[in-house]
């Protein structure tokens, strides 16, 4: 993993940098403003400062691809500068910790901090019988042993268990907040294989922390463009996509001024229309019933000078074909005007449904290509790995996530740095 800090005048400009830098994949873990200091503060502006992580994978692909051939070059030739190879050198495979190590050795407090008491937790389980201040140090410890025995062989050993106590509790974290095994199986094995034999509990954290920040990736947002964006949100009965979409139009309509209206096919469920017509009506904007692909087209045409067309589904159980088949048809009849409109889909989830079920679910929507997950409930459940396990079971992008009944309130974009926090174990 690479990590790298980037300084602009604006959020924007440092994104960019990293972007530049790193390439379009890179992932944004820590964005913070730092003030001017000494005497001529008052004549300087204050910097943004970016933090992006890249997988060395794709920071490695990317080099390649940017390399020109061999041929007819001299060894001089200056092909590729030699800068960026002192990344890549020296072995099958970069070092997670050496390649940090100036970031570790600033921001270890940083990574603490933001993972609240999750150290003092961890040292407490692996010393139950008394405090961590209590505990010799490391340092004593090794001393001691290279005066008992063959020192070598006992420091790689000693250091190594406590590498391996150390990943074993992060495991054991992650599982109890229900990430699959598989998944947080692949996640310690990422880092075991990149630690070194002297890494602590805050560089261990820390590349946890980032390693699940990359792996949830950055969200998808709803976006206007020129044309008119027809929106299909679809999942399951009892998610709440209706309270979810009245949630998103309230913010384009009264915080953007978009010209907002609403679809429904949503004919099954009883009082789903007068739902949906209720929350228009408070937020003023116009609904249409479709109760076919004809209707649909009809639908759009009236709706064709707004900027924003929301379509609430019926929730279709995924182990109805027919009403799945219903969907389909809708969707292709959007599919058939992009000429005319823009088209996103967005699948809404719950946390609280079971992992085994969200996967059915999943599955039954694979053949509609390219959607993002919306998670509601969030309230509901102390448990959030669902969200991390969808995203790496489906590879789909995560977008919002909704934490209560209240329109506009309790919807918000996805915060990666804050869901890995919490399935570490830390405080929101």
Same mark, same amino acid.
């Given at each position: 993993?690479?990590?790298?800090?980037?300084?602009?005048?604006? $959020?924007?400009?440092?994104?960019?940098?990293?972007?530049?830098?790193?390439?379009?994949?890179?992932?944004?873990?820590?964005?913070?403003?730092?003030?001017?200091?000494?005497?001529?503060?008052?004549?300087?502006?204050?910097?943004?400062?970016?933090?992006?992580?890249?997988?060395?994978?794709?920071?490695?692909?990317?080099?390649?691809?940017?390399?020109?051939?061999?041929?007819?070059?001299?060894?001089?030739?200056?092909?590729?500068?030699?800068?960026?190879?002192?990344?890549?050198?020296?072995?099958?495979?970069?070092?997670?910790?050496?390649?940090?190590?100036?970031?570790?050795?600033?921001?270890?407090?940083?990574?603490?901090?933001?993972?609240?008491?999750?150290?003092?937790?961890?040292?407490?389980?692996?010393?139950?019988?008394?405090?961590?201040?209590?505990?010799?140090?490391?340092?004593?410890?090794?001393?001691?042993?290279?005066?008992?025995?063959?020192?070598?062989?006992?420091?790689?050993?000693?250091?190594?268990?406590?590498?391996?106590?150390?990943?074993?509790?992060?495991?054991?974290?992650?599982?109890?907040? $229900?990430?699959?095994?598989?998944?947080?199986?692949?996640?310690?094995?990422?880092?075991?294989?990149?630690?070194?034999?002297?890494?602590?509990?805050?560089?261990?954290?820390?590349?946890?922390?980032?390693?699940?920040?990359?792996?949830?990736?950055?969200?998808?947002?709803?976006?206007?463009?020129?044309?008119?964006?027809?929106?299909?949100?679809?999942?399951?009965?009892?998610?709440?996509?209706?309270?979810?979409?009245?949630?998103?139009?309230?913010?384009?309509?009264?915080?953007?001024?978009?010209?907002?209206?609403?679809?429904?096919?949503?004919?099954?469920?009883?009082?789903?229309?007068?739902?949906?017509?209720?929350?228009?009506?408070?937020?003023?904007?116009?609904?249409?019933?479709?109760?076919?692909?004809?209707?649909?087209?009809?639908?759009?045409?009236?709706?064709?000078?707004?900027?924003?067309?929301?379509?609430?589904?019926?929730?279709?159980?995924?182990?109805?074909?027919?009403?799945? $088949?219903?969907?389909?048809?809708?969707?292709?009849?959007?599919?058939?005007?992009?000429?005319?409109?823009?088209?996103?889909?967005?699948?809404?989830?719950?946390?609280?449904?079971?992992?085994?079920?969200?996967?059915?679910?999943?599955?039954?929507?694979?053949?509609?290509?390219?959607?993002?997950?919306?998670?509601?409930?969030?309230?509901?459940?102390?448990?959030?790995?669902?969200?991390?396990?969808?995203?790496?079971?489906?590879?789909?992008?995560?977008?919002?996530?909704?934490?209560?009944?209240?329109?506009?309130?309790?919807?918000?974009?996805?915060?990666?740095?804050?869901?890995?926090?919490?399935?570490?174990?830390?405080?929101?």
């Amino acid at each position: 993993m690479i990590v790298k800090k980037f300084q602009a005048e604006t $959020e924007t400009e440092a994104i960019l940098k990293a972007k530049d830098e790193l390439g379009s994949g890179a992932v944004v873990l820590n964005v913070k403003t730092l003030k001017q200091r000494g005497v001529f503060r008052l004549f300087k502006k204050d910097v943004v400062e970016v933090t992006a992580a890249l997988e060395e994978k794709e920071f490695i692909n990317g080099i390649n691809n940017k390399r020109p051939t061999m041929e007819n070059k001299g060894a001089n030739s200056g092909f590729i500068s030699s800068q960026p190879m002192k990344n890549i050198t020296g072995g099958s495979q970069i070092n997670l910790v050496a390649d940090e190590k100036i970031d570790m050795n600033s921001n270890a407090a940083n990574i603490e901090k933001k993972l609240d008491s999750l150290h003092s937790l961890l040292e407490n389980q692996m010393n139950p019988g008394g405090s961590s201040a209590k505990r010799p140090a490391a340092a004593t410890v090794m001393h001691e042993e290279i005066h008992a025995q063959d020192t070598g062989k006992k420091i790689v050993k000693e250091r190594e268990n406590a590498n391996y106590k150390f990943l074993q509790l992060i495991y054991k974290k992650l599982v109890d907040n $229900e990430v699959d095994s598989k998944y947080a199986d692949e996640i310690i094995a990422d880092i075991e294989a990149s630690l070194k034999k002297e890494s602590n509990i805050d560089s261990i954290l820390s590349a946890v922390y980032q390693k699940i920040i990359l792996k949830l990736g950055e969200p998808r947002t709803i976006s206007l463009g020129d044309k008119p964006k027809v929106i299909f949100f679809i999942g399951p009965t009892g998610v709440g996509k209706t309270t979810t979409i009245a949630k998103i139009a309230s913010h384009f309509k009264l915080e953007k001024y978009t010209k907002v209206a609403f679809i429904t096919s949503d004919t099954y469920r009883i009082a789903a229309v007068e739902q949906l017509n209720t929350y228009a009506s408070i937020i003023d904007c116009p609904v249409n019933v479709a109760y076919s692909p004809d209707e649909m087209d009809e639908c759009l045409d009236e709706f064709k000078t707004y900027e924003l067309i929301l379509v609430d589904t019926a929730g279709r159980s995924h182990k109805s074909e027919e009403q799945m $088949e219903e969907l389909d048809k809708l969707i292709e009849t959007v599919e058939q005007r992009k000429d005319e409109f823009d088209f996103e889909i967005y699948l809404t989830l719950s946390v609280t449904t079971k992992y085994k079920d969200l996967v059915n679910i999943a599955d039954k929507y694979k053949h509609i290509k390219d959607w993002a997950i919306i998670f509601t409930k969030l309230d509901e459940t102390c448990s959030l790995g669902n969200m991390l396990n969808m995203k790496l079971y489906t590879g789909e992008p995560l977008s919002y996530t909704t934490s209560g009944q209240n329109v506009p309130n309790d919807i918000e974009v996805i915060n990666e740095q804050r869901l890995a926090k919490l399935l570490l174990g830390g405080k929101s």
